[in-house]
């Protein structure tokens, strides 16, 4: 049993790290999702086509999907408070540098630092909510962290396209770096990566019960032991297709897909993508807690799929729907992609518990592999069925379209095989 103060001292040193490292990827997730509303401006600043702007956004995905197994490296032998400390400088340096290019090129450097130092935050999230909270709130508090994280994608929608009535995007690119240097510092110094660090019992231990082993071996024999999992492959499939085809289209081409075949302003049509991000926040949030009291994973998964992939066909269609119809219809959309974000829970389930960090991040490839491929792909696509010269049209966007609803369908499938855990450890330490 704890004393009251340890109590105290447990919770605060929870919400602290939970608190900083959140904030963090907020800032991860407002990067991720905010060339969709200033497209237009990119493109204009440095005459860009679209598969060019679909390369500059892609960037970012590219670096995050190369780290993601390094990431879960790092988080299971530094711990997560250096990683992000790192992370947070580098990122902070990278948006600075984003928002005073003068070309192409600097301004894909500067998103490439971006996603190069934003790529451990959630990884180390994940690291910490397995170290500071108990296992059977796991998959809540990946949910919790979806919808913190989401406060991000929503700035970066509505928000992001009202402030640049008053300011430049440089500015607020500039800015945003400056805040990730703020938080960098705060996390090297007020971070604790396990209860242990601070003198404290882990959370099993406080449960009565035996605390999960160290990994004994080189962290190169954990990565194996990960890879060789064939229970760990499905849920990176799950994730390119229902991440890679979400964050594609919600960060880069829903904004000028909305503009051009039904003629919205800007400052509308990032309203609808504000609702497909708030229903991926509060989906993730609550789909994660219904799983945690249901004791399943894989028919809540399936069915928050198959929900996402119906909700492609009307706008596949050209489809003229009302308003609220509209907005109803994208909220579903970012609801049922939420789905994936339970692989989390199941790649963690089905591996020891030392190498979380390694489990959740091979998992954690696969949506940002599916972004970096469908973004500059699908621009390449709505280029292709262009005319030169003329303004796009539905038919253009059905070709791009196309290929996201068919990655979609690629992760129901998925889905299908992936190992029901009944919310517990299912991998013998």
């Known amino acids: ?7 105290k001292k447990l919770y605060r040193l929870r919400w602290t790290a939970f608190g900083i490292v959140g904030l963090a990827y907020i800032l991860s997730f407002f990067h991720r999702f905010a060339p ?42 530094l711990g997560p408070r250096r990683i992000v400390a790192l992370g947070g400088v580098i990122a902070g340096i990278g948006s600075i540098l984003f928002g005073l290019a003068d070309t192409l090129t600097a301004a894909s450097i500067g998103r490439l630092l971006v996603g190069l ?83 404290l019992p882990s959370l099993r231990e406080i449960d009565g019960k035996q605390a999960h082993p160290p990994h004994a071996g080189h962290w190169y024999d954990g990565l194996l032991t990960v890879l060789r999992n064939r229970a760990t492959w499905p849920g990176l499939w799950v994730n390119t297709g229902l991440s890679g085809s979400l964050f594609a289209f919600g960060g880069l081409w829903a904004v000028p897909f909305l503009c051009d075949v039904y003629g919205m302003e800007r400052t509308a049509a990032t309203g609808y993508t504000t609702l497909l991000l708030m229903g991926f926040a509060l989906g993730a949030f609550f789909i994660g807690t ?111 379209l196309g290929i996201m609803f068919g990655f979609s369908l690629m992760g129901l499938i998925a889905a299908l095989f992936i190992r029901e855990t009944h919310c517990r450890y299912i991998h013998p330490d």
Request: charge should be neutral; charged fraction near 10%.
């Open 1 to 7: 049993m704890l004393t009251r103060h340890e109590a």
């Open 36 to 77: 969709a509303a200033i497209a237009a401006d990119l493109q204009q600043e440095f005459a860009a086509s679209g598969a060019e702007l679909g390369g500059l956004a892609a960037t970012y995905f590219y670096v995050y999907t190369v780290m993601q197994v390094p990431t879960g490296i790092l988080a299971d032998t």
């Open 117 to 199: 130092g934003v790529s451990v935050t959630f990884i180390s999230l994940l690291k910490l909510n397995a170290a500071w909270f108990h296992d059977r709130h796991f998959a809540t508090m990946a949910g919790l962290s979806i919808l913190l994280g989401n406060v991000g994608s929503l700035l970066a929608a509505a928000p992001l396209a009202w402030a640049l009535a008053f300011t430049s995007w440089r500015t607020v690119f500039v800015g945003v770096g400056g805040l990730s240097l703020v938080l960098a510092g705060l996390a090297w110094w007020l971070v604790r990566n396990n209860p242990g660090e601070a003198g």
């Open 290 to 400: 219904l799983s945690d009291r249901l004791g399943k994973r894989k028919p809540v998964m399936i069915a928050a799929a198959l929900t996402y992939c119906l909700c492609w066909l009307p706008w596949l269609a050209g489809a003229k729907l009302p308003v609220l119809a509209g907005y109803a219809l994208f909220f579903l959309m970012g609801l049922g992609a939420s789905g994936f974000t339970l692989t989390w829970a199941c790649a963690k389930e089905v591996n020891p518990h030392a190498l979380s960090g390694m489990a959740t991040s091979v998992v954690n490839i696969g949506g940002f592999l599916g972004t970096g491929i469908m973004q500059p792909l699908a621009g390449w696509a709505i280029d292709f069925a262009r005319h030169d010269g003329a303004a796009r049209t539905l038919a253009d966007y059905q070709a791009g």
